[in-house]
Each structure stands twice: as structure tokens, then as C-alpha cells.
């Protein structure tokens, strides 16, 4: 059997059990939740449940106080296990960009891919021109960030994380820094990745793209998942008094 096929039927993502607390502040009180292959995850709740935290722990850069990470079936919170390793097959998109403002688009598509994956000059503008076009900016390889505007830059970021050859994507509010007239061209790209079969950790406020493109939405209130099932049952036909309560605030 391949790699490719030991991961396949495994989830690609599968937490147990998570806690984290920050000093005496407990903000994850105990999560299951799991994220299979090719499967696009939305994740809901108020500000402050505990949603960026348990993005944040299923690539370590927040250590959980108890619980396990499996990411592809590996243990990232076992001390033995490469971190590095584990990160490279995992995009993060957040809601800041964290472009560098000295490089072009084009540059600071290769400087990850020339650092972690070791690629060439060549071979790293190559993938980073493909992703660009992929996300509808061929046209500004050039460009500098200040020269974009924010759903580009945040298009931009994307291609960046793509450009990694990601197994996984996992994205952190990502339309929520957006203009509103900008934020359907980042969602239509989002939309396209899962189309294309990519796993996907969404994190998010936009209740049309969680409806229409999410397989599963996930409820979190307070440190806890309080409900998650099919987008029609969730915020359609929501179980739950606090689900209920939250979605007549946001839809
Ligand atoms: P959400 O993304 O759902 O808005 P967060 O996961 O960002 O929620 O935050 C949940 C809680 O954890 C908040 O009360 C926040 O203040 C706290 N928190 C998050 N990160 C840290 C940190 N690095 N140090 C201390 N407290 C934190
Ligand atoms: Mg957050």
C-alpha cells in the first residue's frame, strides 16, 4: 500500500478529548471532532468559543493542556513526532494576510515553498504562477501587496498556502477583515477548492457559504462543540436553544 492510501481512509483530521486552558482561563473544555478526507468543515459559534484555539491546536501553534491531535493518523502531540513534517501538509489562511509588504507577489509565493519544501527559483515560480492563476491573479505576479486590495492579498495568501501542496486546508475567519464587495471572490475561490475535493477546517460567520458549501457544521459555544450535523439540520432546523439563540443573531 502507498502512503496515499494508508491516509485515505483515515480522517484527516481527528481530535479527542481537547482541552486548553490559558493560566486559569479554560477555553476548550473538551472537544471531539474530526474533519474526514475531502470533507469541508465549518465551524460556527460566538466570538470567543474557542473556535481560532482549536484551529490553532490542530497544527500546534497552541499547545493543548490534555487531548489528542491525530492530523492524517499521526500524533502531533506526542514529543516524538515532526512538527515540521506534519505543518507542511496543512494551509493556513487567517484573517490577516501576513503578506511581506517588500515582496512581490510572485516572491512571497516562493519564499515558503524555497524554505520548507527546499524548491528551486524556477520550480517554486512555476507552482506559484499556476496557484496564482488558479486564484484569478496570474495577471499580478508583479504587483506588491499595498498595490492589491484585500480580497486580493487575501487571494493571494491562499495561492500561497496552495502552492505548499497542502493535504489540507484550514482557513480562520478569512472574509472577515474583507470589505463586503470583496468578500464573494475569496468565497468563490474557497468554493472552488472544495469543489476540486480539497479537505477543508473552515472557520467562519458566512452562513450562506457554511449552508452551501459545507458538508458538516460544527456549533462551539463556550469551549464546546454544542451541536454539529448537516448545514440543512444546523442552521436550518437547529436542535439546540444556544444554537437557535446565535443563528437568530447572525442569519
Ligand atoms: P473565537 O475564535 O471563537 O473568537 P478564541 O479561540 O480566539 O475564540 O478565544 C477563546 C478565548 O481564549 C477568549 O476568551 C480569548 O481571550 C482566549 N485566548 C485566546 N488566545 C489566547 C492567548 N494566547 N492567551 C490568553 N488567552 C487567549
Ligand atoms: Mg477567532
Same mark, same amino acid.
Request: charged share 25%; net charge negative; hydrophobic share 40%.
Given at each position: 500500500?502507498?502512503?496515499?492510501?494508508?491516509?485515505?481512509? /483515515?480522517?484527516?483530521?481527528? $481530535? #479527542?478529548?481537547?482541552?486548553? =486552558?490559558?493560566?486559569?482561563?479554560?477555553?476548550?473544555?473538551?472537544?471531539?471532532?474530526?474533519?474526514?478526507?475531502?470533507?469541508? $468543515?465549518?465551524?460556527?459559534?460566538?466570538?470567543? =468559543? *474557542?473556535?481560532?484555539?482549536?484551529?490553532?491546536? !490542530?497544527?500546534?501553534?497552541?499547545?493543548? %493542556? +490534555?487531548? %489528542?491531535?491525530?492530523?492524517? *493518523?499521526?500524533?502531533? %502531540?506526542?514529543?516524538?513526532?515532526?512538527?515540521?513534517?506534519?505543518?507542511?501538509?496543512? *494551509?493556513?489562511?487567517?484573517?490577516?494576510?501576513?503578506?511581506?509588504? &517588500?515582496?512581490?507577489?510572485?516572491?512571497?509565493?516562493?519564499?515558503? +515553498?524555497? /524554505?520548507?519544501?527546499?524548491?528551486?527559483? #524556477?520550480?517554486?515560480?512555476?507552482?506559484? #504562477?499556476?496557484?496564482?492563476?488558479?486564484?484569478?491573479?496570474?495577471? #499580478?505576479?508583479?504587483?506588491?501587496?499595498?498595490?492589491? =486590495?484585500?480580497? +486580493?492579498? +487575501?487571494?493571494?495568501?491562499?495561492?500561497?498556502?496552495?502552492?505548499?501542496?497542502?493535504?489540507?486546508?484550514?482557513?480562520?475567519?478569512?472574509?472577515?477583515?474583507?470589505?463586503?464587495?470583496? @468578500?464573494?471572490?475569496?468565497?468563490? !475561490?474557497?468554493?472552488?477548492?472544495?469543489?476540486? *475535493?480539497?479537505?477543508?477546517?473552515?472557520? %467562519?460567520?458566512?452562513?450562506?457559504?457554511? /449552508?452551501? !458549501?459545507?458538508?458538516? @457544521?460544527?456549533?462551539?459555544?463556550?469551549?464546546?462543540? $454544542?451541536?454539529?450535523?448537516?448545514?440543512?439540520? $444546523?442552521?436550518?432546523?437547529?436542535? &439546540?436553544?444556544?444554537?437557535?439563540?446565535?443563528? =437568530?443573531?447572525?442569519?
Amino acid at each position: 500500500m502507498s502512503e496515499q492510501d494508508i491516509r485515505a481512509d /483515515r480522517p484527516a483530521i481527528e $481530535v #479527542r478529548g481537547l482541552h486548553k =486552558s490559558f493560566g486559569d482561563n479554560e477555553v476548550l473544555k473538551g472537544i471531539d471532532f474530526h474533519v474526514g478526507q475531502g470533507e469541508v $468543515v465549518c465551524v460556527i459559534g460566538p466570538s470567543g =468559543s *474557542g473556535k481560532s484555539t482549536l484551529l490553532r491546536c !490542530v497544527n500546534r501553534l497552541e499547545e493543548p %493542556t +490534555q487531548g %489528542t491531535i491525530l492530523v492524517e *493518523g499521526i500524533d502531533i %502531540t506526542d514529543p516524538e513526532t515532526d512538527l515540521d513534517k506534519v505543518r507542511t501538509r496543512i *494551509g493556513m489562511v487567517f484573517q490577516q494576510f501576513n503578506l511581506f509588504p &517588500h515582496l512581490n507577489v510572485l516572491d512571497n509565493l516562493a519564499l515558503a +515553498q524555497r /524554505r520548507a519544501k527546499r524548491r528551486g527559483k #524556477r520550480e517554486a515560480a512555476e507552482i506559484g #504562477r499556476a496557484n496564482l492563476e488558479k486564484v484569478g491573479l496570474g495577471h #499580478r505576479a508583479d504587483a506588491f501587496p499595498s498595490q492589491l =486590495s484585500g480580497g +486580493q492579498q +487575501q487571494r493571494v495568501a491562499i495561492a500561497r498556502a496552495l502552492s505548499m501542496n497542502p493535504d489540507m486546508m484550514l482557513f480562520d475567519e478569512p472574509t472577515s477583515a474583507l470589505d463586503p464587495e470583496l @468578500v464573494g471572490d475569496v468565497l468563490a !475561490v474557497m468554493r472552488q477548492l472544495a469543489d476540486e *475535493g480539497m479537505t477543508m477546517m473552515v472557520v %467562519t460567520h458566512e452562513m450562506g457559504f457554511a /449552508r452551501e !458549501v459545507g458538508d458538516r @457544521v460544527v456549533f462551539m459555544d463556550g469551549g464546546v462543540v $454544542v451541536e454539529q450535523g448537516k448545514p440543512e439540520d $444546523v442552521l436550518g432546523n437547529p436542535r &439546540h436553544e444556544r444554537t437557535q439563540s446565535f443563528l =437568530s443573531k447572525v442569519l
